[in-house]
């Protein structure tokens, strides 16, 4: 008799300053699948999920391509809040609100890295660290976050 297990699609949202983290979640996922049967993670992410289209903005065609499909939203932020959308403060702010208003605010997880910020002022934007604070300070009020240091410490928490 064979046995099909459940997959669910995790949408991977962040702006671009967490590359280390979302290279790792690929990997992360196959490790989760084989240490639990029956259900499968499937990561969701623009780089691999989506297909070129035209006929609107380029986050509205994201969030119909990848959210439409997912079961689950990662959003992870460090030291960008993201680029502006015409509805969103960022990219990954809008991928959060769209994909709750689709499938509710239960499967939404959002996590917040805490390691150092990169240095120099070619790198860091004190305009966006002060945008991506409110959002953090925003989403005290409406459910809990995760924080974390390291990829490590990604990798191993919930």
């Known amino acids: 008799m064979v046995m099909y297990g459940q997959i669910i699609n995790v949408a991977i949202c962040s702006p671009g300053d967490l590359t280390e983290e979302r290279r790792a979640i690929p990997d992360l996922f196959v490790r989760w699948n084989a240490a639990n049967s029956g259900i499968s993670l499937v990561p969701e992410m623009w780089e691999t999920g989506s297909v070129p289209e035209m006929g609107d903005h380029p986050q509205h065609i994201l969030n119909d391509q990848m959210l439409a499909t997912s079961d689950l939203l990662v959003a992870m932020f460090w030291s960008r809040i993201g680029t502006p959308t015409p509805t969103a403060k960022s990219g990954t702010t809008e991928e959060i609100r769209e994909f709750i208003k689709r499938k509710g605010p239960k499967r939404a997880m959002?996590?917040?890295?805490?390691?150092?910020?990169?240095?120099?002022?070619?790198?860091?934007?004190?305009?966006?660290?002060?945008v991506l604070n409110d959002?953090?300070?925003?989403?005290?009020?409406?459910?809990?976050?995760?924080?974390?240091?390291?990829l490590e410490e990604f990798e191993r928490e919930p």
């Open 135 to 150: 959002f953090r300070e925003e989403m005290k009020h409406q459910g809990l976050y995760y924080q974390f240091k390291s």
């Open 110 to 130: 959002v996590y917040f890295c805490d390691k150092p910020l990169p240095h120099g002022p070619s790198r860091i934007n004190s305009t966006e660290i002060a």
